[in-house]
């Protein structure tokens, strides 16, 4: 028999997986018993499905079940007898993770996916077989712009998803999207290029990124359609990173119209413009609008691309295409280095995204990441009405919600926290803080289920207004 305690922080889904994990430690539950199925076990105690998947698949991960498909889950052999009688997670550990984890009933995370929804089976077979095919690989230092069958895949993928024409030999592969804008400060000061146009608000890490090159920081306003030209143009730089398909913090939308005079813009200074973008496979109830790179190839666009929003954040894998006016300095300044990427990572991924599993998965996720934005949408708009301002619907992975109240942001995210609702600051992403109206929180939904959405909504509205 299993129980649920209401009083304690400690998530539902962690108290039944340390009893059941107990359980098997000390074999009362015998190894090949088949568990109750989740919608048994759930009827049973009351609770959320998706609760009881949650402890399952992290009790799975961890070797105490193996599953049958279209079956169930049952327990795996152990040998019991090397565990002591009294085993237990040491309690300076369990209150180590409960820091961490439980901290917060409702953690509106940016960043973090949904686990049930990554292909860790798929991708765990497919890395098997190129460990097992890819030996001359595996003991090799990889060429300094990644491995070419996998920059072939990302260039049909480019072309096909957001329009992106290039050839192979313009794309890098990279450790993530820092090491990438790291990289391209090396190739802009070869420019003579020490300044950059950068949103304000606008990505803080990629701001930091800048600063610690030595680059001086041009801060431009967004406007609803997103950087605004004229403050860009007056600036004097001849370079900028903007975040069009979905702008950071704000949420807008860069217009067919702005993008075309940010291109202008460019051709007419011949500056470089690094486009990030980081979500743009999430998009929904309206349509895709092309990549400025895409539009326009005469334009010094220097393109970043990623597969941490839509597979798995944990790969480091991000790629830049490079305009052809930087890429004979890259080739003179990179040619003795090796990529930064596990060639192990870069041929799974060739395989997964030649495979179509990555087409497949993206049309899976889009759907699934619809349903938590729009109940997300619908939970705010039902529980506060005209007392907040959504920005940033229809896109991405979080949205801003500016509160109608005396509340400052600092009150707004210690109130929530009381109440066991994480929510995050914009304020980190300003360079020019007293421009900000200090009344905005940033809510990230994609590691959340809807039923958690919903409860930490309404526990928003109570920590907010009464």
């Keep these: 028999m299993l129980f649920i305690d209401t009083k304690t922080e400690c998530p539902i889904y962690e108290q039944i997986y340390r009893q059941i994990r107990d359980k098997i430690m000390s074999s009362e539950w015998k190894s090949n018993m088949k568990l109750p199925s989740s919608r048994q076990l759930a009827s049973e105690?009351?609770?959320?499905?998706?609760?009881?998947?949650q402890a399952y698949q992290q009790l799975y991960a961890e070797g105490y079940l193996f599953s049958?498909?279209?079956?169930?889950?049952?327990?795996?052999?152990?040998?019991?007898?090397?565990?002591?009688p009294h085993f237990a997670i040491p309690t300076s550990e369990i209150i180590a993770q409960d820091t961490i984890k439980d901290q917060y009933r409702y953690n509106f995370r940016y960043g973090k996916l949904d686990y049930r929804y990554v292909p860790f089976k798929i991708w765990k077979n497919l890395m098997m077989q190129c460990f097992g095919e890819e030996m001359d690989g595996l003991v090799s230092y990889s060429g300094h712009q990644g491995d070419v069958r996998l920059r072939e895949q990302i260039t049909k993928y480019?072309?096909?998803?957001?329009?992106?024409?290039?050839?192979?030999?313009?794309?890098?592969?990279?450790?993530?999207?820092?090491?990438?804008?790291?990289?391209?400060?090396?190739?802009?000061?070869k420019q003579a290029t020490r300044s950059i146009g950068f949103e304000d608000p606008g990505y803080g890490k990629a701001r930091t990124a800048f600063k610690n090159a030595g680059f001086k920081i041009c801060p431009i306003n967004v406007d609803k359609d997103g950087i605004n030209i004229k403050e860009l143009d007056a600036s004097g730089t001849t370079a900028v990173y903007v975040t069009p398909s979905h702008q950071f913090p704000t949420g807008a939308i860069m217009s067919i119209s702005k993008r075309l005079q940010l291109l202008e813009w460019a051709n007419r200074k011949q500056a470089i413009i690094i486009e990030d973008d980081y979500s743009c496979h999430f998009r929904y109830n309206v349509r895709p609008i092309p990549s400025l790179q895409g539009i326009n190839q005469t334009a010094n666009v220097a393109y970043l691309g990623n597969f941490s929003k839509s597979l798995l954040p944990s790969l480091r894998l991000s790629f830049i295409v490079l305009p052809l006016s930087l890429l004979d300095s890259y080739k003179t300044i990179y040619q003795k280095y090796n990529t930064t990427v596990p060639y192990l990572f870069q041929?799974?991924?060739?395989?997964?995204?030649?495979?179509?599993?990555?087409?497949?998965?993206?049309?899976?996720?889009?759907?699934?990441?619809?349903?938590?934005?729009?109940?997300?949408?619908?939970?705010?708009?039902?529980?506060?009405?005209?007392?907040?301002?959504?920005?940033?619907?229809?896109?991405?992975?979080?949205?801003?919600?500016?509160?109608?109240?005396?509340?400052?942001?600092?009150?707004?995210?210690?109130?929530?926290?009381?109440?066991?609702?994480?929510?995050?600051?914009?304020s980190d992403h300003w360079e020019r803080l007293e421009q900000?109206?200090?009344?905005t929180v940033l809510l990230g939904y994609s590691s959340l289920d809807l039923d958690e959405i919903e409860q930490g909504v309404q526990l928003l509205r109570r920590a907010w207004f009464g």
């Design 45 to 53: 105690l009351q609770i959320s499905r998706n609760t009881i998947e």
């Design 68 to 84: 049958k498909p279209r079956i169930g889950y049952y327990v795996e052999k152990l040998n019991n007898t090397l565990i002591s």
């Design 158 to 189: 480019a072309a096909e998803y957001r329009g992106v024409k290039c050839d192979p030999e313009q794309i890098v592969v990279g450790a993530g999207t820092l090491y990438c804008l790291g990289l391209l400060c090396n190739l802009l000061r």
């Design 347 to 426: 041929r799974t991924l060739e395989r997964f995204m030649r495979d179509g599993y990555l087409d497949r998965h993206l049309r899976r996720v889009l759907q699934v990441y619809k349903k938590k934005h729009d109940c997300l949408v619908q939970s705010l708009n039902r529980e506060f009405g005209d007392k907040i301002k959504i920005n940033g619907r229809n896109a991405g992975l979080f949205i801003t919600v500016k509160v109608n109240s005396k509340l400052l942001e600092t009150q707004l995210i210690n109130r929530a926290a009381e109440l066991g609702v994480r929510v995050y600051p914009v």
């Design 436 to 439: 900000y109206d200090g009344k």
